[in-house]
């Protein structure tokens, strides 16, 4: 996890987390985005995220997943420990919360999706160029 973090973090694309999501994992009250840092990776299927609160004393992350179209989407809010906090789907033009068993299985093939990316990737604290 912490090669991702240092990965997501040197990305010099700068992301935000709408209100309605923030609001809905507790992150704020819902009247503003939240700063983050954002790495993806394109599947035929869709879109996967692995983002990271880019505000000093947070350890938010939040790995996501979303249809091309934007019409469906998968949040899971975590941290460095990769312990699953809380998890919402995004459908109807809404997002709702889901218990953390509904998310399990589908949070665990996402975190194994990153594991594999994270492979690749230099060990945390060595400098990294590019973005993504």
């Not at 994992?25 to 009247?31: E, K, M, R």
């Not at 699953?84 to 995004?90: C, D, G, N, S, Y």
């Amino acid at each position: 996890m912490s090669r991702l973090i240092t990965r997501t973090l040197a990305s010099k694309k700068p992301g935000a987390i709408g209100p309605s999501l923030a609001k809905i994992f507790g992150l704020n009250d819902g009247t503003g985005e939240l700063p983050f840092k954002q790495v993806s990776e394109t599947h035929p299927e869709g879109k996967h995220y692995f983002t990271v609160r880019n505000q000093e004393g947070t350890n938010d992350i939040i790995i996501a997943f979303k249809l091309i179209d934007n019409t469906y989407g998968e949040y899971y809010l975590t941290d460095k420990t990769g312990v699953l906090r809380a998890a919402a789907i995004f459908e109807n033009d809404d997002y709702h919360l889901i218990t953390n068993e509904q998310a399990a299985e589908k949070y665990k093939a996402e975190l194994k999706l990153f594991a594999k990316l994270a492979k690749d990737l230099p060990p945390a604290g060595t400098a990294v160029a590019g973005n993504s």
